[in-house]
DNA sequence: TCTCATGTAACTTTTATAGTTACATGATTG
DNA sequence: CAATCATGTAACTATAAAAGTTACATGAGA
């Protein structure tokens, strides 16, 4: 199931990949997140699924953006790691045939699912381009980058 | 740190807990909840911290409500168990410096709270006397106790 | 055909939560 | 006052989920 820090994740790989001219492998872009390439093919291939990223394998194989960032919004993102903490209620369920069970359950179900719904539509309204051009303006230019001291391709 | 099940957990023990007039002993509570009994002592006690439950030691002893249901709403309960699994974003913090992992983080922990507080807002607005009757209107009486048929005091 | 990189299964490690045991403390009752 | 009951809590174990690791099959280039 997807976690708060996958999201962040990776946003955090999308972002990188897009300031590279070149698909990145999964060994570089695992050691620049202090993590291992398994974790980010695993991450990844969820994206590609999704038509997110795409990868190739070989000499000059990687991953790559399948879209701009303008054409890619939290939401996408978000959705493409799988039901999240916020709808997975994960309520007990040791009594089902309680009356009072299921009435809590009923009532807590519908908040988080206004809350999630919420937080989708915020995350629509939020374009990876516009994360990136903050990103940017603060630096004035490209971003520092987790990559930069990494062994190059 | 709170989990969703624990909110449910809590839930469904206070409004058993109002249908009884006499204290109840974290023995039966767990037994009915099918737990353990240190499990709802620590549940418990964080309650009674927030002023929502009181509790007594020796012969008849055991957990009272300390406010009518009226007075007490979801989010109240949601409060008491501390800071749970919207505000936790537990967002990586594995480059600290870079400063795309800082406005990615930025901008999911704005995205939660806002949730957050939706949720928050909504909860607000739910006493447990509502969710109480809502029901006692399905049964046309006091509800299906899962205390029915453990041990008596 | 050799090398590089993804794709994946299977396993281990880590971490969080729940559950358990044990015992000290305080309250009630006879 | 003493026996009993129930909370309060520390310390430990068990369970489950996530992350990380190893190993190897598959496919693409050079």
Redesign the interface.
């Known amino acids: 199931m997807r976690?708060?820090?996958q999201?962040?994740?990776a946003?955090?790989l999308l972002?990188?990949m897009a300031e590279m001219n070149e698909p990145v492998t999964s060994e570089r872009l695992a050691s620049?997140?202090?993590?291992n390439a398994v974790v980010i093919r695993r991450l990844m291939g969820g994206l590609r699924e999704r038509g997110i990223v795409q990868s190739r394998k070989g000499h000059h194989g990687g991953w790559t953006l399948s879209r701009p960032l303008a054409e890619l919004t939290?939401r996408d993102v978000y959705l493409a790691l799988g039901a999240g903490?916020?709808l997975?209620?994960?309520?007990?369920t040791?009594?089902p045939?309680?009356?009072?069970?299921q009435?809590?359950?009923e009532?807590?179900d519908g908040?988080?699912r206004?809350?999630?719904a919420?937080?989708l539509a915020?995350?629509g309204e939020?374009s990876l381009a516009a994360?990136q051009s903050?990103?940017h303006a603060?630096?004035r230019g490209p971003?520092?980058?987790?990559l930069e001291g990494k062994t190059a391709p």
Chains 1, 2 share one sequence.
Do not use: G, K
């Not at 620049?32 to 993590?35: G, H, L, Q």
């Not at 997975?88 to 007990?92: D, E, G």
């Not at 045939?97 to 069970?101: F, M, P, S, V």
């Open positions: 976690t708060n820090s999201l962040s994740l946003l955090h972002l990188h620049a997140m202090n993590t939290l903490p916020l997975s209620l994960t309520h007990r040791q009594n045939d309680c009356l009072i069970e009435a809590v359950n009532t807590l908040a988080f206004d809350a999630e919420l937080l915020r995350f939020v994360l903050r990103v603060a630096t971003a520092h980058l987790c």
